[in-house]
């Protein structure tokens, strides 16, 4: 099924056309995505979801050029991705699209700072460039007084907005979000999906994979996926703000 997509005025940013990803299990082809076209428009904050095994994380890896699709093709701002090298696809993951998984996926024995810095090591980046890079993007996710901690030291949605500004330090037009808050308390997640709408308002695009519905509520548009399929697209006019949640809670005595 074909999704509505972007308005003709949107700049698309990301775009998969007739997507099929299909795995070989046991003597039995498994169809994870079947013939998906979705487009994403510059600037908005879009909403995958779907329940458990319908493709949805299967989606992400692939348009976060992650994995290959079977068939069909992926275009990252207006590049079509498919006959690049492999150094080229990791040269555009670095610099256009920002990760950022359920699990954290930080040094335990290595300080925010350094977890921030690490795409940048992979980039080459000097170290005194690198350290202001990092620095930047701590600041930028409201972590500027936790650099030197460890992720021991920070709670949970602490580590995420480490993560996020991992994410963010090489400048990407694209984050993309794997559950970003499935492992963390409310409190925790309305902190995440703050910095994730402070983000976007500034200009990045976001892209959310989730299960839960409250999740999805906070972005403008989602797109449902079902057994590898998008059934429907829903428009959000009404979208919840993360923000003044956030504004909320810390008012409140009980915070």
């Known amino acids: 099924m074909a999704v509505q997509g972007c308005a003709p005025s949107s700049d698309i940013i990301l775009e998969a056309r007739d997507v099929t990803k299909s795995y070989h299990l046991e003597g039995v082809d498994v169809e994870a995505l079947r013939d998906v076209d979705l487009q994403v428009c510059s600037g908005e904050m879009l909403a995958i979801m779907g329940p458990s095994g319908s493709g949805k994380s299967t989606l992400m890896h692939i348009v976060g050029l992650l994995d290959h699709p079977t068939s069909g093709t992926v275009t990252v701002e207006g590049e079509e991705v498919s006959e ?19 699990a954290f996926n930080l040094l335990s024995r290595t300080s925010a700072l350094a977890n921030v810095e690490l795409p940048l090591i992979y980039a080459g980046i000097p170290g005194a460039e690198r350290t202001r890079l990092a ?23 602490q580590q995420q907005r480490v993560a996020i500004a991992r994410a963010l330090v090489t400048q990407p037009s694209i984050v993309l979000a794997d559950e970003p808050t499935g492992n963390l308390d409310s409190r925790s997640g309305v902190e995440v999906m703050a910095t994730l709408q402070e983000l976007n308002a500034q200009g990045i695009t976001v892209v959310l994979v989730t299960h839960d519905a409250n999740v999805g509520r906070h972005a403008t548009r989602i797109v449902h996926l079902m057994d590898g399929s998008i059934v429907r697209e829903e428009l959000v006019s009404n979208h919840a703000n993360a923000v003044e949640a956030l504004a909320d809670l810390n008012r409140s005595p009980q915070s």
């Open 135 to 157: 620095r930047a993007a701590l600041e930028r996710v409201g972590l500027g007084d936790r650099m030197g901690h460890f992720p021991s030291q920070l709670s949970g949605g």
């Open 84 to 102: 690049m090298s492999p150094n080229e696809l990791a040269a555009m993951r670095n610099k256009r699209i920002g990760f950022v998984f359920q």
